[in-house]
Each structure stands twice: as structure tokens, then as C-alpha cells.
């Protein structure tokens, strides 16, 4: 009988700290209502029409009254050409800007680490954020003139004795120029978070590390670098799940079809099949095995993010 009345009165208090909870939060939960809903409407309505990749899908039929053709565009995904040759092509330049996008922040961010003039300190880290907020447009617009035959670049190289370079001409400097021009956008702002893992480093740990005698090198490989290792397993393994998405605004920017076999990649390709081509089950069918494939990939990421870094969300 005791156990009874004791049961009762836990779970009444339950009841009464999670009213209590809720008397508090429900501002929170108010604020967040009309993002939800917008994020219902344009992420989760539009999901309905991926019943278009299992359909010969006629506009004027509609969803309904499409023919049912089950797997049949999946199947002509892997025997049609250009289909391997996009994927191939995202992997390729996804993986070096996932590789490089690492690299080049992480040994940037130990640089900037190591200079003691705060104003400067601060006015670098600005200037190499500042690209991050500057749209594909724009900078498409940009790179496509300065990367031109009679552009900056090649004027320049040109009065140097050397000859010009099909910067978006040619398949493989497409991909050099794509890379490069991504990492620069975003190193400032991965090079953020991990200057932010190096602000929480006991300072004490450099003077005792100096008292023994160690230099500024041996710092930083013995107390910096290891201080920059978890958040940086964290950043390369959840970018994994980007590994098919090799950046739709900057390759639609600044491809052609001269670069085609070498620049062209999934959602470029989805673009003009589906939407020019009017093949939309087909562009349908290769978005969604894409889209599988990329939640496969962010929950092995998320996993081995919290294995090997403690890091979760969920």
C-alpha cells in the first residue's frame, strides 16, 4: 500500500515539474511554430512528388493518373553514361573540397593563433570571413570575368611570359578553379570554429609548457594541435554527408558545356534533365537515390561523430 501511494505521489510531482516546465517554455515552443510550419510546407509537402521517380509522369496526367512503372528509371540511371560520369564527378570534387575545406582552415586557424596583435588578429579574421556571406551569383559573375581570356588573371599572366589558361574552358582546371574558389569562400568561416575550440585551452598549459622549456613549434604540436584535434574529427566526419551535394549555385554559376564531362555533377545534372529536358520522373529518380544515399551518409557520420569525438545532437 505504501508503494502505491509512494508510485502516486512521484508521479504527481512528474506531472507537476513538467507543467511547470511547460508554463515556462511555451514562449519557446510559440516562436518556433511559424518556422516549423514554413519548413513543413516547403520541405516536407514537396516530398509527395517523389512518387514522380516510380511513374512515367505526364504533366497534364498528373500524380494520379501517371503510369506506374516501378524501378524502371532506377534501372536506366545506372546504364545511361552521363549518369556515372555525374556521380563520379560530384565525388571527385566533393571529396577535395571536403579534404582541403579541413586542411586549409585548420592550419590557418594555428596561424592566426600564434599572432599577438589583437587588432590585426581581428581585422584578418574578418576579411577572410567576409566571402562567406557573398552569393554564387555574384561571385560567378566575378570569377567568370577575372578568369576570362582577356580577364585580370590571364592579362597578368600573359605580361609575365606565360601563356592563358582555359580557367572554365578546360574539364580539369574547371575542377581546380571550383575547388580553390569554394575553399576560399568558406575557410573563414570553418577557421571560426576552430579558433573557438582554442579559446577554451588553459592558457596555464603554455606557461608550464614554456617553463619546460618548449618552444613556440613544440607548443603548438604538443598543445595546440591536440587541443584542435576532436572539433576537427567532428567537422570532417559530419561533412560526410555532403559528399554527393558538390555546390548546385557554384557549378550552375560558372560551368558550360565545354566542361561538361569533367564539371557537370548530380544536381546540375537533375537540373537540366528534369526541369529542361522535361524528364521528370527520370530527374526525380536520380534526386531521390541521391538524396538515400546522403541519409546514409549523415547517419554513419553523426555515429563515428560521436565514436571518435563524443559528439552528438539527438
Known amino acids: 500500500m505504501d508503494n502505491v501511494i509512494s508510485e502516486t505521489a512521484t508521479a504527481k510531482r512528474t506531472r507537476t515539474r513538467e507543467k511547470e516546465k511547460l508554463s515556462r517554455t511555451w514562449p519557446l515552443h510559440i516562436m518556433l511554430l511559424p518556422a516549423a ?11 509527395g512528388g517523389l512518387v514522380m521517380a516510380f511513374q512515367d509522369f505526364k504533366p497534364y496526367d498528373g500524380l494520379i493518373g501517371s503510369k506506374f512503372v516501378g524501378w524502371k528509371h ?18 571527385v570534387i566533393s571529396s577535395f573540397k571536403i579534404v582541403f575545406g579541413l586542411i586549409v582552415p585548420f592550419v590557418f586557424a594555428i596561424l592566426l593563433n600564434e599572432v599577438r596583435k589583437t587588432a590585426f588578429k581581428r581585422t584578418v579574421q574578418t576579411l577572410v570571413y567576409l566571402p562567406h556571406f557573398i552569393s554564387w551569383v555574384i561571385l560567378g559573375a566575378i570569377l567568370t570575368d577575372m578568369l576570362s581570356s582577356k580577364g585580370i588573371i590571364n592579362s597578368t599572366l600573359i605580361s609575365l611570359g606565360f601563356e592563358a589558361v582555359p580557367w572554365l574552358a578546360n574539364g580539369n582546371w574547371f575542377r581546380f578553379t571550383v575547388i580553390v574558389s569554394d575553399i576560399w569562400q568558406n575557410f573563414g568561416f570553418n577557421t571560426i570554429v576552430f579558433l ?10 603554455y606557461e608550464a609548457a614554456e617553463v619546460d622549456g618548449a618552444n613556440r613549434w613544440k607548443q603548438t604540436v604538443h598543445i595546440t594541435v591536440p587541443a584542435m584535434i576532436p572539433i576537427a574529427v567532428v567537422v570532417g566526419t559530419l561533412s560526410l554527408g555532403n559528399i554527393l551535394n558538390g555546390g548546385f549555385d557554384q557549378i550552375f554559376n560558372l560551368y558550360n558545356t565545354l566542361v561538361y564531362d569533367k564539371g557537370d555533377i548530380i544536381d546540375t545534372f537533375v ?3 528534369a526541369i529542361l529536358n522535361g524528364q521528370y520522373s527520370f530527374g526525380t529518380a536520380v534526386g531521390l537515390f541521391k538524396s538515400v544515399i546522403g541519409l546514409i551518409l549523415i547517419v554513419i557520420s553523426y555515429r563515428m561523430a560521436y565514436k571518435y569525438a563524443g559528439y552528438r545532437i539527438f
Not at 510550419?37 to 516530398?47: K, R
Not at 573557438?196 to 598549459?205: D, E, I, Q, T
Open 271 to 273: 537540373y537540366r534533365t
Open 74 to 91: 532506377f534501372e536506366f540511371m545506372f546504364q545511361y553514361p552521363d549518369s556515372k560520369e555525374v556521380i563520379w564527378n560530384t565525388l
Open 37 to 47: 510550419i514554413v519548413t513543413f510546407i516547403f520541405a516536407y509537402m514537396p516530398m
Open 196 to 205: 573557438a575550440s582554442l579559446a577554451g585551452v588553459n592558457p596555464s598549459l
